[in-house]
């Protein structure tokens, strides 16, 4: 069992940056791969990130590619994704996820944050 309580988001301006943080309470966080996912309104959930649970492998959805980077230090339990180069676009919530999965053909995962705002002013 894993509890992920998410932190940093906010309202910033495009070409802004923010680092969203993630903490997670469990033994066995650092076996999972971890992800951060966004929805804005109207849209369908969507993974923007994921990490492996050793940090080796990464990968970024091609929207958010060279902008965001997700990290992780198992040591603290805890998950970033920095955001540089925001964009209007970026606005949504954004979700911390844990043992990440396909369902249907898409990314989903069996833990998840509550979600924080972010929101890219023009």
């Known amino acids: 069992q894993v509890q992920l309580v998410e932190s940093g988001g906010g309202l910033v301006q495009a070409g802004g940056s923010l680092r969203l943080s993630c903490a997670a309470s469990?033994?066995?966080?650092?076996?999972?791969?971890m992800g951060w996912f966004r929805q804005a309104p109207g849209k369908d959930r969507k993974l923007v990130a994921s990490?492996?649970?050793?940090?080796?492998?990464?990968y970024s959805a091609d929207s958010v590619k060279g902008r965001f980077t997700i990290s992780r230090d198992n040591a603290k339990n805890t998950v970033y994704l920095q955001m540089i180069s925001l964009k209007p676009e970026d606005t949504a919530v954004y979700y911390c996820?844990?043992?990440?999965?396909?369902?249907?053909?898409?990314?989903?995962?069996?833990?998840w944050g509550q979600g924080t705002q972010v929101t890219v002013s023009s």
């Open positions: 469990g033994r066995t966080f650092s076996s999972y791969t």
């Open positions: 996820a844990a043992d990440l999965r396909v369902v249907g053909g898409s990314w989903s995962a069996n833990y």
């Open positions: 990490i492996t649970w050793s940090g080796g492998s990464t």
